[in-house]
């Protein structure tokens, strides 16, 4: 297969795992005969910094010109800690994400066994927990009418029926692959904008008899969610609780550093971790790569690439299983590994093992 991949590093961590992910997939495309095209783009911070927009034309033409985007992440501080900045590194992100109408966020939540210990919650609670988040990623709060004055300001949250109808078929499309139970959340008992998400849900939901659906408030499911995590299988809902639900989801498996997700819609599909720039980990070696490696696995899978991403899969939980791990889920008196060392010993054991 031919694959034209844009790599976007962006900010902070970004450039040190995008490397990795870089590195891995060129050791897939190897192994398994594919072409590989590569070409890296300016996004966020970085960007502003070189032409005084986080998301440039010329990036957007990579983008779109691209199969798809291998993004890591955006943000830094001396933007977080000056309101008044008038660009931010983030509206690169969102700029992509509505520039390439990619509405659908698929973010899965599983954990790793060997890992279940580093959850702040209890073992028996955590183990086995594997469900993915749908959230919707270009509408509500984050794109709606905004006005920022002194004095006031707003945000609107707003949805059409057909925003609402295209992610709730996302998410039965993917329940019907996996345990069929679809949990729609919303705050229906107070926002307009989520009783229209009740009411098509209660349609679209008419279309799949073979899935089961349950409706929850976001203030109960973001409850539920840490109360009995292996409940769920396939959450849906709105861009900004969806926002909020997965770094709260991301706890549960032990580390934010091993959360991939891929965004879907209309034109070029992007492939990220979850996690933010940590920019305060830049430089020093230490950010967690397998995110990003796992974001890798995710492009393979949406071109069928099964056994591709089936050997990378296979990579990660054997560097886990070695004890080849950044230090924040490194076991104690184990030997220190950097995102460069575990990259490395990742790319060789796929080199060296067959499916
Ligand atoms: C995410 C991030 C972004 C978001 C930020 C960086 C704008 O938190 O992808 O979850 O809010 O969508
Ligand atoms: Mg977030």
């Not at 069929?180 to 998400?197: E, G, H, I, Q």
């Not at 430089?283 to 397998?290: D, M, S, T």
């Not at 995710?298 to 050997?311: D, S, W, Y």
Request: charged share 25%.
């Amino acid at each position: 297969m031919n694959l034209n991949i844009a790599v976007l590093p962006g900010d902070g961590i970004g450039p040190e795992i995008s490397v990795q992910g870089v590195a891995v997939l060129e050791a897939i495309a190897q192994k398994f005969g594919h072409e590989l095209t590569m070409q890296t783009a300016l996004v966020g911070g970085a960007a502003i910094d070189a032409v005084g927009n986080p998301f440039p034309e010329e990036t957007y033409e990579i983008c779109k010109a691209a199969d798809a985007v291998l993004f890591s992440s955006v943000g830094d501080l001396k933007f977080d800690n000056d309101p008044n900045a008038k660009v931010r590194p983030e509206q690169g992100l969102l700029a992509m994400r509505k520039k390439l109408g990619l509405f659908a966020n698929i973010r899965p939540i599983e954990t790793f066994d060997c890992l279940v210990h580093k959850s702040p919650l209890r073992k028996e609670l955590v183990s086995g927990a594997d469900f993915i988040c749908i959230r919707e990623l270009t509408g509500g709060m984050y794109f709606g009418e905004k006005k920022e004055g002194d004095d006031l300001a707003y945000d609107t949250c707003v949805y059409t029926r057909q925003e609402v109808e295209r992610i709730l078929h996302v998410a039965y499309a993917y329940a019907m692959r996996r345990r069929r139970l679809v949990t729609v959340v919303d705050k229906a008992n107070v926002m307009a904008s989520s009783r229209l998400w009740r009411k098509v849900a209660q349609e679209v939901a008419k279309q799949y008899p073979e899935v089961t659906t349950e409706y929850m408030y976001v203030d109960n499911a973001a409850m539920r969610m840490i109360q009995e995590p292996t409940h769920f299988d396939v959450m849906v809902t709105e861009n900004t609780f969806g926002d909020i639900l997965t770094d709260e989801a991301s706890c549960i498996t032990g580390s934010m550093g091993l959360l991939p997700s891929a965004s879907t819609g209309e034109s070029t599909p992007v492939f990220e971790p979850i996690h933010g720039s940590w920019p305060q980990a830049k430089g020093k070696n230490i950010a967690n790569p397998l995110a990003q490696i796992l974001s890798v696995a995710m492009l393979l899978e949406h071109f069928n690439l099964q056994a591709e991403a089936q050997l990378v899969r296979r990579a990660v939980t054997a560097s886990l299983d070695a004890n080849v791990r950044t230090p924040e889920i490194q076991v104690e008196g184990a030997p220190h590994y950097g995102t460069k060392e575990v990259g490395r010993w990742i790319v060789e054991w796929i080199k060296q093992h067959e499916m």
